[in-house]
């Protein structure tokens, strides 16, 4: 409300500055937060990033050598899982936006399924993993290919169905973000394709997904850092206490996050451990960044492009 004088009253004014105050101070909050977490996890471990720590494996229960078999067992978990759940989740939005009609039953049904798979507790998809991917698919795969279900090559847990069980976590997220990228895509340009006699599948391929690829790469680093950090969710399907550094699709791997969840709860020092723990996130963090700015990166070279 204005006053004669062409001004915000009093009341209006002291609103809108502890408005102003509020949303500061939450923002210094959430940097404040950031900058604390990461001073202590570097003061604490940096000493401790020795080539050594990154190059060998851990040895006398995790108590000494290094950490390499879990990074490179990270590192491949999050690469598959982004293959595996990243085309799966265009897919479904391309057919979500692009073809299925919004009052049908069946794309309201997956619209649910999307919204309930994005609530369920990561250790429901741990257990759900071990089911379905272990126990159903891979003892089925045994008896196709080996002609026996107790074969324990595709039956058992593995990297494969730890990267499978979370690009099933990681699906609603890549839907969601590639789906909203398919949205900002003006619609001028679909009809403009069509008119030029172009088929609705040429039109998506040639000119809605070239146009939201940027959308879709933003899909794929949210999955990332969904992904890279969940330990929960593979918890039973495959990570292993300690692990040789070349594991293959069918064997146990080491992950940093269950490497770090043994330190702080089944250490035998635990005052020893602890400088461990706070090297280990900070490999664990910096192996996420290096990810998700590897996929920033292409997404601006992409939008740089003419």
């Known amino acids: 409300m204005l006053t004669f004088s062409g ?19 939450a923002a210094v909050a959430i940097l404040g937060l950031l900058v604390s977490m990461l001073g202590t996890f570097t003061i604490g471990g940096l000493p401790h990033l020795t080539w050594t720590f990154l190059t060998e494996a851990p040895r006398n229960s995790n108590m000494e ?24 989740g265009t897919a479904t939005a391309v057919y979500l936006n692009e073809y299925a009609k919004q009052s049908s039953v069946f794309a309201r049904s997956v619209r649910f399924a999307v919204n309930t ?20 698919l891979g003892k089925g795969l045994d008896g196709a290919v080996y002609g026996d279900t107790n074969a324990k090559v595709f039956g ?17 997220v890549v839907i ?20 030029l006699g172009a088929t609705r599948w040429q039109t998506i391929r040639r000119v809605v997904l070239p146009n939201s690829l940027t959308g879709i790469l933003t899909g794929s680093i949210l999955a990332v850092g969904r992904g ?8 039973f ?23 770090l969840y ?40 992409l939008r740089a492009k003419p």
Request: charged share 10%; net charge negative.
């Open 117 to 136: 798979l994005a609530g369920v507790p990561s250790i429901v998809f741990g257990l759900f993993g071990v089911g379905f991917f272990v126990q159903f």
């Open 228 to 235: 890279a950090g969940e330990v929960a969710a593979i918890l």
């Open 65 to 88: 050598g290094g950490i390499f078999p879990a990074i490179i067992g990270t590192a491949l978990l999050v690469l598959i899982m982004t293959l595996l759940g990243v085309p799966v």
């Open 176 to 195: 969601v973000a590639v789906e909203e990228a398919l949205r900002a895509v003006p619609r001028e340009l679909r009809e403009a394709s069509l008119a």
């Open 156 to 172: 058992e847990e593995s990297l494969l169905w730890c990267s499978a069980t979370l690009a099933v976590l990681t699906l609603p």
């Open 262 to 301: 043994v330190l702080a709860t089944q250490s035998p020092d635990v005052e020893k451990a602890l400088p461990l723990q706070y090297a280990t996130t900070l490999v664990l963090l910096a192996l996420t960044f290096l990810l998700n700015f590897t996929a920033i990166y292409i997404r601006s070279r």
């Open 7 to 25: 001004h915000l009253a009093p009341h209006k004014r002291v609103i809108g500055f502890f408005a102003v105050l509020v949303a500061a101070f």
């Open 237 to 259: 399907v495959g990570v292993a206490y300690s692990m040789g550094s070349d594991p293959g699709l069918t064997e146990k791997f080491m992950h940093l996050g269950y490497h």
